[in-house]
C-alpha cells in the first residue's frame, strides 16, 4: 500500500459515505488486509501512549495488547455477529459482516490515533509516576481517557449504523443489528480486557504484559463483588 | 440620489468576491487579502491543488506576525522577556498546531469533507495567519496598554481577550473552509475547536512566564492552566 492509496483509504473511511463502504465490501481480500494494518497500527500508537505514563515497557506491552484485545473480540465474535446479522434481516454474508466489524473498530483506532500526540501532550502535563500527586494524575489519565474512548466509539459506531442502515435499507433492522453487535462486542471485549490487563498500569503494582493470574476471576464476577461491598456496607 | 445610483453601479462593476483570482504563486499580500476579504479564493485553490507554493509565505506570515506580537507582549515586563515571549509565544503555537494537526485531518474527512492530509495542512496555516494577522492588527492597543497597564492579571486578560477574539475568527473561517470542500457536520468541527483552544491555553501555561517576570526562564512545576490561572489572581 504507497502512500496514496493510504490516504485515499483513510479519507473514504472517516468520510464513511454508506455506498463507498459498500462496495468495500464486496472487494477481494485487499480491503480487509489494508484495513487490519492500518486498525494494527492506530491501535498500537494509541495503545503505546497508554502505558507510557507508567513505564517504558509498559507503553510497549500495551502497544501489543491494545491491538490484540481488538483483533481478539472481532474474531471470536465474527460468527455470532455474522448470525446474528442474517437473523435479523440483513443480506449480508458472513465475510460482510466481519469486514463492517473491522471497518468500524479501524476508524475507531484511526480517531484513537489521531488524538494519540494530545494524550501525549496531557502526559507530559500530568505529575510524575514517583510524585506524591500520582493517585490524582493517575486518575485524570484514566479518565481523559475513558471519555476518548467513548467518543471514538461513538463516532465509530454512528458511522457504522449508516452503513448497516445502507445495506438492509431498513432503519430499525439496522439499529437491532448494531444494539446485538454492539452487545456481544462489549460483553466478550470486556471480558478480554481484564484478561489482559493492565493496560494504563496502577501506581503501586509492578510493569507486567499481563497480571500473575490473567484467568482467575472474570470481569462480571469483579462487578458483581464489589456491587455487593458497596450494598452490604 | 444620483451620486447614490452611481454608486451602486460602480458596487456591481466591481469584481464579485467569488470572482477573486489567487495566482498560484501568490505574494504575501494577496494572501493577506484573501484571509481577510475572499476566503473562497482560497477553496478555490484546494480544488484546483494549486495551494502547495502558498504554504511558505503563510508560514512567513505566522513567523513574524507571533514575532511581532510576541515582542509587545514581552514589552510588558521587559528585560529578558523581549526575547524569550517572541520565542515563547511562536514557538507554543507551532507545536499546538502540530499537536491538532492529526484530529484535525482526521475530523474534517469525519464531518464529510473530501481533504487530503496536504490540504489540511495548508487550511491550517491560513487559519493560524489568520490569528496572526488580527493580533498584528491589535498589536497598537496591546502596545499602548503595556506601558499603562500595572496589573499583570489586567495584562493578561487584556491579550487573552484580543486572542479569544482572533482565534474566534480564524475557527470561523476553518468552518467556513470545510463546509465548501464538503463538510456536513458542525459539531465534530467544533470538538476539534475546543481541543485546540485548551492545547494552547495549555501550552502558554507550561511556556510561562510569557508575560510576567521569573527567575527562571521556564518553570518546571506541572500546572493546569485553570490552577495557573487561579495562582496568579491568588498572588496579584
Not at chain 1, 475513558?146 to 459506531?157: E, K, L, Q, R, T
Request: hydrophobic letters at 50%.
Amino acid at each position: 500500500m504507497n502512500i496514496n492509496q493510504l490516504q485515499n483509504m483513510l479519507t473514504t473511511l472517516c468520510n464513511a459515505n454508506p455506498q463507498k463502504l459498500a462496495a468495500w465490501l464486496d472487494e477481494d481480500k485487499f480491503v480487509i488486509q489494508n484495513c487490519l494494518l492500518l486498525l494494527i497500527l492506530c491501535s498500537s500508537f494509541y495503545g503505546a501512549s497508554l502505558g507510557l505514563w507508567r513505564d517504558p515497557l509498559q507503553s510497549f506491552y500495551v502497544a501489543v495488547k491494545f491491538p490484540l484485545l481488538i483483533l481478539l473480540t472481532c474474531s471470536c465474535n465474527a460468527v455470532i455477529n455474522g448470525m446474528l446479522a442474517q437473523l435479523l434481516g440483513a443480506p449480508i454474508s458472513f465475510r460482510q459482516s466481519f469486514l463492517s466489524v473491522i471497518i468500524s473498530f479501524t476508524l475507531l483506532a484511526v480517531i484513537l490515533a489521531s488524538l494519540t500526540p494530545l494524550i501525549l501532550f496531557l502526559l507530559y502535563n500530568l505529575p510524575a509516576m514517583a510524585s506524591a500527586s500520582a493517585k490524582e494524575a493517575h486518575g485524570i489519565f484514566l479518565l481523559t481517557n475513558v471519555v476518548v474512548i467513548s467518543f471514538a466509539g461513538v463516532i465509530a459506531n454512528l458511522r457504522l449504523f449508516a452503513l448497516l442502515e445502507y445495506l438492509c435499507a431498513d432503519r430499525i433492522k439496522a439499529m437491532q443489528i448494531l444494539i446485538s453487535w454492539l452487545a456481544a462486542n462489549l460483553f466478550l471485549g470486556c471480558q478480554l480486557s481484564w484478561n489482559l490487563r493492565p493496560f494504563f498500569g496502577s501506581p503501586h503494582l509492578d510493569v507486567s504484559f499481563v497480571r500473575d493470574d490473567p484467568f482467575d476471576s472474570s470481569f462480571y464476577e469483579s462487578v458483581f463483588t464489589i456491587l455487593m461491598n458497596y450494598l452490604g456496607d | 440620489m444620483a451620486e447614490s445610483t452611481q454608486y451602486a453601479e460602480k458596487l456591481e462593476k466591481t469584481e464579485p468576491e467569488s470572482q477573486y483570482h489567487l495566482p498560484e504563486h501568490a505574494t504575501v499580500m494577496q494572501l493577506v487579502d484573501a484571509l481577510l476579504k475572499a476566503p473562497e479564493a482560497l477553496t478555490k485553490q484546494l480544488r484546483a491543488s494549486e495551494f502547495k507554493h502558498n504554504i511558505p509565505p503563510f508560514l512567513l506570515i505566522i513567523g513574524i506576525c507571533y514575532l511581532i506580537y510576541g515582542i509587545i507582549v514581552g514589552s510588558f515586563s521587559g528585560d529578558i522577556q523581549w526575547v524569550a515571549a517572541p520565542l515563547k509565544m511562536l514557538f507554543g503555537i507551532s507545536l499546538s498546531a502540530l499537536l491538532c494537526y492529526p484530529s484535525l485531518y482526521i475530523f474534517a474527512c469525519l464531518s464529510g469533507a473530501t481533504i487530503t492530509p496536504q490540504q489540511t495542512a495548508f487550511i491550517l496555516s491560513s487559519m493560524l495567519a489568520l490569528s496572526a494577522i488580527l493580533l498584528i492588527g491589535f498589536a497598537p492597543v496591546a502596545f499602548i496598554f503595556s506601558f499603562s497597564i500595572k496589573s499583570l492579571t489586567f495584562m493578561g486578560a487584556l491579550h487573552l481577550a484580543m486572542w479569544a477574539i482572533s482565534m474566534n475568527f480564524s475557527l470561523r473561517f476553518i468552518k467556513r473552509i470545510l463546509q465548501e470542500l464538503g463538510a456536513k457536520e458542525g459539531g465534530l468541527m467544533t470538538v476539534w475547536s475546543v481541543i485546540l483552544i485548551i492545547t494552547i491555553l495549555q501550552m502558554t501555561t507550561i511556556l510561562r512566564p510569557i508575560l510576567g517576570k521569573s527567575d527562571v526562564p521556564l518553570s518546571t512545576e506541572k500546572l493546569f492552566f485553570i490552577e495557573h490561572w487561579g495562582k496568579t489572581l491568588g498572588r496579584n
